[in-house]
């Protein structure tokens, strides 16, 4: 193989690496602004289940309130009994009575229905506070080892940079340009093994003069298609 060709091949191994990890470093922070936000929704339906705990269990309080009042009224409602002469008066309170007896003993009953609607919800909150709590623990170790990560890259990243400045100064100035050109306009790969007769990057066919120039080992050959640098590798 063209030594010039070797060298470029040394730095786009270098530069594949580089693109690698810089993709992998964009992605961090993304996947840590995913994990916050789970962490926010868990957070957001645990509040709210609380807020509805609360509602329910406020709600309980002013019934026991009204049941107590209902039960003051009847104690007036007897001692009043005792002081009424005439007997329609006497039956439309002992109908007052009735009414607020069968009153409490409805919102007794209401009552009891939000105890029970408490008792369900009690554990079920309780565990929910268990699940974030636990998620959050996660949501930690995980930050802490992605954030480990990122450093570990960026230390790479340093130290691929300078072998890559060290490599490119033994290669052609012109050559570089070129390559470098190819490699932004490709995204991927610049040079390229000839592949069963075929372009490795666009996967063309390549007429046979240029398969036999790359084979030749003289010159340079780049795809008629493509544009990208090729090298014979024997298959
Ligand atoms: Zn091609």
Known sequence: MLETLQQLLVVQDRDCRLAQLKSEAARIPVEIAAAQKRLADEAAKLETAKTELKKIESARKQLEVDVEAKRQQILKYRTQLNQIKSNTEYQALLKEITKAEADIRTTE??????????????????????????????????????????????????????????????????????????????????????????????????????????????????????????YWQAE
């Open 109 to 230: 009953d209401v009552e009891l229905e939000f105890m029970d609607r408490l008792d369900r919800l009690q554990p079920a909150l309780k565990q929910e506070q268990a699940q974030l709590k636990e998620l959050t623990g996660k949501a930690e170790t995980e930050k802490t080892e992605l954030q480990k990560r990122v450093k570990l890259i960026e230390t790479e990243l340093t130290q691929l940079q300078g072998e890559r400045a060290q490599l490119v100064t033994a290669v052609d100035a012109d050559l570089l340009s070129r390559y470098e050109r190819l490699l932004r306009s490709k995204g991927d790969q610049a040079i390229v093994a000839i592949k069963h007769g075929n372009c490795g990057g666009c996967h063309l066919n390549l007429p046979p003069q240029i398969v036999h120039t790359a084979k030749g080992e003289q010159e340079l050959a780049s795809c008629s298609y493509c544009g990208r640098i090729l």
